[in-house]
Each structure stands twice: as structure tokens, then as C-alpha cells.
């Protein structure tokens, strides 16, 4: 009897202890996978935190699973550090959504510094403002997460940012806001492309500073040619022109070394806006796009740049002839379009805003398979690109003024020619 019941016990004891080593499975099982999911998900919190250790162990995972919130969360510092392979695991309608929240945030931000120089008291200057600020806040929502991690921007006055509020509203600040990755500013004021001698009112030229550029980046950006037609120190040359000690020959310089620095890298070209130098509150200007001291007008400078953008297969965004850029030739024009221009020739915070959201796109849309300039060059003729197959003639392209560019027999379009091919043809039969 008394073994029975020992027996009974012992098995009693048995199923209990089973009973306890299933519980404690289970809970052991839940607790794994809590940790798992606790540590699939990163927080925005612990994403601030990482160091360049931490975002390289991200796992792919882990990169897919991130919202908005989290995205905004990498500095461009720590977003330049991501992974191709990371990146392209980055939900795309997440990105959308954090450039959306990212412009909405920085606009906000804007507030009344775009109104630094505009006088805050003229009504036309706030409405004009409100317009402007509208229309440059459209957010690059086409930004290709991951194809630029680092952008270098080669410039002038402009470039540095004189006539923002303050650093965080010069273009590129605003470019790097808008990309969410790290964008070296390498403007000086007064420089000029063409390499004349420094002095005071020279400090480097782009050929000179050019070198200094760092060569990691993936997108560089020239924007230029201000200083080459106000001074009136910068002879224009020939298209064939080698030496830096001319506009054309500079140019030639700048693409020729540029090209081969980073081979790899897109590399873009912004044809200065219009402007009308010395225009203050105050005063009326002293100098406009449409003068001339000597070396030409400011559009004999911008076909220059056409032509070498042309013949270097450089993608330009052409500045000059934007139709909603608020130009500035007076006292009168300044008053009332001053949320674009602090002096008539530099820009302030919304100005800056709107330039950095147009090359953003620009290059964003970019395509060297399809893409064509806006305008094309030739012979002082500045033309429509989309015109071209409309000037096909029987023997070459009918130019503006009725001349004829013959055909290069190489490369003959048809009347099916795309628009494309037809500018293609166009680049062989004028260089």
C-alpha cells in the first residue's frame, strides 16, 4: 500500500515538473520573440544614437521596417554612412512620406526670415512672399533615396549663401534639408570661373579651387558665372580656347578636369538667374543682367555656358531663362519681389528655397538616357531642344535665321526621330 502510494507521488511529482518545464518553454519562446521584435524595430530615438559601427550592423530587416519618423531620424552624416544594400531597402512610400514631412517642417521654418530684406511692413512684399515661399515649397517627392550620398556644390556669393538669414537658409543648407544627405559648400564671393590673376576682388577662381573638391561625392554641382561679366575682367575667348585666362577656355578647363575627377559622379551645371546688381531698399540699381563693361552682357556669358555644357555633355539647369523666378532690374521690382532677391543680384531665404527645390528635382529627374536640355545653342542662336525635329531639312537642321547645320553623316535623323536622337544628331553635326 504504502508503495502505491510512493508511486502515486513520484508521478504526481513527474507531471508537475513537466507541467513546469512546458510553461517555462513557452515563456522562454514568447520572450525570444519579443526580443526578436523588440530588436527588428529600431526607435528614432536609438537611431539618433548610432555611431558609424552601429548603422553599418543595421540589417536589412531592420531597413525595411523603418517609417517616416525613423528616416527623419538619420543625420546626413549618418545617412551618408548607409549601405547601397541598406538603402535600397528603404520602403519607398516611407521615403515620400519623410520628404513631404521634411519640407512641410523646413517651410514652417522659413516663417518671416524670407522677409530678412523685403521690407516687412509693404503688403505687396508679404503677399508676393506668401506666392513665392508656395511655390517653392513643392517637396522633391521624386528624390531616388539612395542614388547620391554626398554633394559637392562649386560657386560663388551665391553659392556661400550672402543675402540668407543665416546658415541653415543658404542653398545649400536647403539642398542638404531637402536630400537628407551631406552637401559641401565650396562658394566664395567675387570668385570667377576664369582663372585671371587673384587679387582682392578675385580670391581663387573655380579652376584654381576646383581641386580642393572632396572626391567622394556622387553629385557635383557648378554654379557660376556672376562675377565673369561684372567685373569686366574676364575676356569671353573661343569655344576652342585651352587656356583658363578666358571664359571658353576655363570652361574647357573646369569640365575637362572635373570629368576625369569623378568619373562617376553626376555632375550638373547652374546657368546664373537674372539680376540687377547694387538695387537695395534705399536705392535704385547700378548695374543690370543687360549691361555691358566690356567683356559682353551676362547672356553673352550664359550662351558660353550652353555651348560648353553642350560640347562637355554637361546637364545644365538654366537659371536665366526660368519664367517664375522673380527677377529684380529696379527699386520698384525689388519692393515688390522681395522674397526672391535681397540685393538684385544675391537671394534670401525663400530665394535660396526656391533654387535648391528646382535643382533638387532637376536632378533627381535626371536621366542621361533621355535627358536633352531645355534650350540649345548654335552660332549666338538660343532655340526650344523640342524644336529640333521640326528643323530637320533635307541636307541638315534649318537654323533660326534660315541657315543650314549640315547634317554628320554619322549620325542622320528621320522624321521618326525622337527628340532625343534628334539632339543627339544635333551635338554630332556642331561639334
Not at 159 to 186: C, K
Amino acid at each position: 500500500m504504502r508503495y502505491r502510494v510512493n508511486k502515486i507521488l513520484l508521478a504526481g511529482l513527474i507531471l508537475a515538473f513537466a507541467h513546469m518545464i512546458f510553461i517555462s518553454s513557452i515563456d522562454c519562446q514568447a520572450a525570444t520573440k519579443s526580443t526578436k521584435k523588440a530588436a527588428s524595430k529600431l526607435t528614432a530615438s536609438q537611431i539618433e544614437q548610432m555611431d558609424a559601427d552601429a548603422i553599418a550592423n543595421i540589417t536589412l530587416k531592420q531597413m525595411s521596417k523603418l517609417t517616416a519618423t525613423e528616416l527623419l531620424a538619420f543625420s546626413p552624416e549618418q545617412r551618408a554612412l548607409l549601405s547601397p544594400e541598406q538603402m535600397a531597402k528603404i520602403n519607398p512610400k516611407e521615403w515620400d512620406a519623410a520628404v513631404e514631412m521634411r519640407a512641410k517642417a523646413f517651410n514652417s521654418s522659413l516663417g518671416n526670415n524670407s522677409q530678412a530684406i523685403a521690407t516687412g511692413t509693404n503688403t505687396t512684399a508679404v503677399q508676393e512672399n506668401t506666392k513665392q515661399a508656395a511655390l517653392a515649397s513643392i517637396p522633391a517627392a521624386n528624390v531616388a533615396f539612395g542614388r547620391y550620398h554626398k554633394v559637392n556644390v562649386l560657386g560663388d556669393s551665391i553659392v556661400y549663401g550672402v543675402g540668407a538669414s543665416d546658415s541653415a537658409h543658404t542653398v545649400t543648407a536647403q539642398i542638404s534639408q531637402l536630400m537628407g544627405i551631406p552637401v559641401n559648400n565650396y562658394g566664395t564671393s567675387c570668385s570667377r570661373i576664369t582663372d585671371i590673376v587673384s587679387d582682392i576682388s578675385n580670391p581663387g577662381s573655380f579652376v584654381d579651387r576646383m581641386y580642393g573638391m572632396d572626391k567622394s561625392a556622387d553629385l557635383v554641382v557648378i554654379s557660376g558665372g556672376t562675377n565673369d561679366f561684372w567685373y569686366g575682367d574676364c575676356p569671353i575667348g573661343k569655344p576652342t580656347d585651352s587656356s583658363p585666362n578666358t571664359f571658353y577656355g576655363a570652361m574647357n578647363t573646369m569640365f575637362n578636369y572635373v570629368k576625369g575627377a569623378f568619373p562617376n559622379s553626376t555632375i550638373v551645371f547652374v546657368v546664373p538667374h537674372q539680376q540687377s546688381k547694387g538695387a537695395t531698399m534705399t536705392s535704385g540699381p547700378n548695374r543690370t543682367t543687360y549691361s555691358n563693361f566690356g567683356t559682353g552682357t551676362l547672356n553673352h556669358y550664359r550662351k558660353a555656358m550652353l555651348d560648353r555644357c553642350q560640347a562637355h555633355n554637361i546637364p545644365v539647369l538654366d537659371m536665366y531663362s526660368d519664367p517664375n523666378f522673380n527677377l529684380c532690374d529696379d527699386k520698384e521690382a525689388l519692393l515688390k519681389y522681395g522674397s526672391s532677391v535681397a540685393d538684385g543680384c544675391h537671394l534670401n531665404d525663400a530665394g535660396y528655397r526656391y533654387v535648391a527645390t528646382k535643382l533638387v528635382n532637376f536632378v533627381s529627374a535626371y536621366d542621361p538616357s533621355t535627358y536633352v536640355p531645355a534650350v540649345s545653342y548654335y552660332n549666338d542662336m538660343i532655340f526650344a531642344t523640342a524644336a529640333l525635329p521640326h528643323m530637320l531639312g533635307p541636307a541638315g537642321f534649318v537654323m533660326p535665321n534660315g541657315s543650314v547645320l549640315p547634317y554628320n553623316p554619322a549620325a542622320v535623323p528621320t522624321a521618326k526621330s525622337s527628340v532625343k536622337a534628334c539632339y543627339n544628331a544635333f551635338i554630332a553635326a556642331a561639334y
